[in-house]
Nanobody, 131 residues
Framework: VRLVESGGGSVQAGGSLNLSCVVS????????MGWFRQVPGKEREGVAS?????????????KGRFTIDKENDKSIDIDRYFLFLQMNNLKPDDSATYYC????????????????????WGQGTQVTVSS
């Protein structure tokens, strides 16, 4: 599984950013996918995730402000997904390195919660929110 994030940057409090992640999987089977973030010296935190059947999970700290979305893009030899994280009303506490992650393949009824073990990770993209 290959994951490549983009879309990070610097913004003032109250602003918005949209993170993108291209997720390339070797099979057409379903995967758990999600966004996580980490601040130096702190544990990685789950932000939002998707079940294969499109149920979503959000950290309490981002509910109502962040929206996770995904699109499928199937090509001949490899399956590719576009994973998005729309972040509105950003706060300085949202500053972190954001990572997209995937785990699978899984069954279609798998609950892809934020405390699940994800095995594949992108390189991360920095988000900085100034007050």
């Amino acid at each position: 599984v290959r994951l490549v994030e983009s879309g990070g940057g610097s913004v003032q409090a109250g602003g918005s950013l949209n993170l993108s992640c291209v997720v390339s999987t070797p099979t057409s089977s379903p995967y758990c996918m999600g966004w996580f973030r980490q601040v130096p010296g702190k544990e990685r935190e789950g932000v939002a995730s998707f079940d294969p059947d499109f149920d979503t999970y959000y950290a309490d700290s981002v509910k109502g402000r962040f929206t996770i979305d995904k699109e499928n893009d199937k090509s001949i030899d490899i399956d590719r997904y576009f994973l998005f994280l729309q972040m509105n009303n950003l706060k300085p506490d949202d500053s972190a390195t954001y990572y997209c992650a995937a785990d699978g393949p899984v069954s279609w009824w798998t609950a892809c919660s934020l405390n699940r073990q994800y095995n594949d990770w992108g390189q991360g993209t920095q988000v900085t929110v100034s007050s």
